[in-house]
C-alpha cells in the first residue's frame, strides 16, 4: 500500500487523512424563523420583508439519512431557523425514530404542542433545547422581539417535561438580562427542565450589530459570570449548569466533570441547508464555499471522502490554527470553537477564535493554558 494511502474502518484516507466516520447530520429544515431575535448568528429570514421561506425535502432528507447510515451515522440534529415551523415536521420524527437515532432538537419553543412532544418521546435518545432569555416577559419579549413569546416558551418546556423530556433551557446572556442569570436558574427548576446552558453572543450576523452597539457584554464580564457560573451558583442550582465559552477560560473540575465540554465533533458532522445542499453548517447560507453537493445529486459517500474543504479540516486542525488558539494547549478539544465563524470574520478556517483573540489583546487570556508556559517550564 502506498504511503499516502490511509485505511480506516469508514475507508480511505488521502495523503495520511484518516475518513472519520460520518455520526452526525444537521437538518436546518428552514431558512425562515418566526422570531427575529437581536442575537442570531445566522440571520434567517423575518423582518427582512420576504415572507416565502424554503424547507428542506422530507424526501431528500430521508435519502441522506439512508447514506449517512453506511458512513457510521448516530444522530441527527433538527435545527433552522425555527424546526418546527417546518409543514412536515413530524415526518422528520418518523424517519429518525424509523432508523432508531438520536434526536437533537433546537427550538424557540413557540410551536410546541403536546402532540409533537409525545411524538419526541417516543425516541429512544433525545435532547431538546427550548431557548429562554430572561426571567420575565419583558426582557425574553425584548430581545426575540415578540409579544407572547416568553410565556409560548415557558408553556414549550412544561410540555415537554411532562410528556417525558425535560429540556434543557438556553439562554444567551448580554447586557440586558445578566443580572438574571440567578432567576432564570429558579426558573428552569420551577419549569422542569433538565438543565441549563448559558451562551454568549456570537459577533456573527445580527449579534454584531449587538456588539458593535454595546449590547453584548464585554470579554471581562463574559469571564466574570463564566466563574461565578462555575465556582459558585453550579454547586447550589439543584440542576445542571453549563457555560459555553472557550475551554482555556473554564476551571478543570468542569472540564472533567460530568457536565464538562468535550472534544469539539466537526469531524464527524455534516450539515443539510434547506435546499438540499450538503454544507459544513447552516452558516454556508451566506457562504457558499461551505456547500459541497447536493442530496440526490451527489452521493454523500463521495462528498464525505472527498470534499476538498473537509479534506482540508481534518488535515489542519488543530495544528494550522494561528494566534493566540496555535498556542493554547487546549486546542486538541474546542479545535478553534467555530472555523466556520472564524472564515465569516476573515476568510481563513485557521484565524483564531474572535473571544479567544480579543481576550489576549485584553491581556485576560489565562497564561496557564499557553504552550509558552510548557515551553518555560521544560526549559
Known sequence: MPNDIMRTEQGVGVQGRAVPPLTQLYAYLTDGCNLFCRHCWLDPLNGSGRKKYEFLSVGLFEKAVDEAKDLGLQAVKLSG???????????????????????????NGVFCTKKIATKIAAIRNRFVSVSIDGCDSETHDWVRRSKGSFSQAKKAVQILAASGTPPQIIMTVMKKNSKQIDSVVGLAVELGASSLKFNIVQPTARGREMHDGGEALGIDEIIRLGHYVERELAASAGIGLFYDYPPAFRSLSSISGRDGCSTCGIHGIIGIIPDGSYALCGIARHLREFVFGRVGDDLLETVWRKSGLLQEIRSGLPERLGGICGRCIMKHICLGCCVAQNYYRRGSLWEPFWFCEEAEKEGLFPH????????????
Request: aromatic share 6%; glycine share 2%; net charge negative.
Open 368 to 379: 496557564t493554558r499557553t504552550e509558552s508556559l510548557l515551553t518555560e517550564k521544560i526549559t
Open 81 to 107: 431557523g425555527e424546526p418546527l415551523m417546518h409543514p412536515e415536521f413530524s415526518k422528520f420524527l418518523d424517519i429518525i425514530k424509523k432508523h432508531n437515532l438520536d434526536l437533537v432538537l433546537e427550538t
